[in-house]
């Protein structure tokens, strides 16, 4: 399938399925509000969404560019202030830590504290005697 994807901001149109980018579906464009849209999602909660996140869009669907497991951080229960009106919009984004690299940090912490426990109790046994 052939997506559109360009620099322009994207503005779906109603009844177009929408996936995450790894090709879940989540639902359908239920309707549009500036660059906002609401997604119909069956079985759950209706939501809002940034036309920003869209990535790719065709005449059937829209396409994320976030992953399922990550489409609940970006959830509104109404649209937002428009992008130009945005006063935060300057501020460079932090990036956001991967769980991948978060497990990897958070193992790493854990063996410096065991090597600095263990030095500090072979340090206080000997130190009594």
């Not at 901001?9 to 399925?17: D, K, Q, S, V, W």
């Not at 920003?52 to 509104?76: C, F, N, T, W, Y």
């Not at 919009?89 to 830590?97: A, E, N, T, Y």
């Not at 690299?101 to 072979?122: D, F, G, I």
Request: no cysteine.
């Amino acid at each position: 399938m052939q997506y559109k994807q360009d620099d322009v901001r994207h503005r779906p149109e109603p009844g177009l399925a929408v996936l995450s980018d790894d090709g879940k579906r989540l639902g359908t464009v239920k309707e549009v509000s500036g660059s906002y849209f609401k997604v119909d999602a069956p079985m759950h909660r209706d939501y809002w969404l940034s036309a920003e996140l869209i990535r790719a869009e065709d005449d059937q669907v829209v396409v994320l560019e976030v992953p399922s497991k990550e489409v609940g951080d970006h959830r509104m229960t109404e649209p937002g202030i428009e992008p130009e009106d945005d006063p935060f919009r300057s501020i460079p984004r932090m990036p956001v830590i991967k769980d991948e690299e978060l497990e990897e940090q958070r193992a790493r912490m854990e063996r410096e504290l065991a090597e600095q426990s263990r030095r500090m109790n072979r340090g206080g046994s000997t130190s009594g005697r």
